[in-house]
Nanobody, 127 residues
């Protein structure tokens, strides 16, 4: 059974940093694209960041320069380093994996391109 498990969420103040981690089990995602999405109450799930199999990264404009996605293929893990957090970053953050060849090579931004999802971890940023 394939599982993705996020950790590292919490309550922080504006300007603080958090590091989210996602551990995969049940299969290896070394050749897969991995991504982070977030969903705030009353809003649709939105793309945050992605990393392809070669390590190339992609970011939403709202987080570019503040967030960094990385992967550790030896541990089958992906992380999201979040700096200079803002109240508008408050959301549930979801890890996702895509087995689509296109996404593995070029990165994908749409949630429907991802096949596996974690349960999410809450990030709350107070002002």
């Amino acid at each position: 059974q394939v599982q993705l498990g996020e950790s590292g969420g919490g309550l922080v103040q504006a300007g603080d940093s958090l590091r989210l981690s996602c551990a995969a089990s049940g299969r290896t995602f070394t050749s897969s694209a991995m991504g982070w999405f977030r969903q705030a109450p009353g809003k649709e799930r939105e793309f945050v960041a992605a990393i392809n199999r070669s390590g190339r990264t992609y970011y939403a404009d709202s987080v570019k320069g503040r967030f960094t996605i990385s992967r550790d293929n030896t541990k089958n893990m992906v992380s999201l380093e979040m700096n200079r957090l803002k109240p508008e970053d408050t959301a549930a953050y979801f890890c996702a994996a895509s087995v689509r060849d296109y996404c593995s090579g070029y990165g994908c931004y749409a949630s429907y391109d991802y096949n596996y999802w974690g349960q999410g971890t809450q990030v709350t940023v107070s002002s």
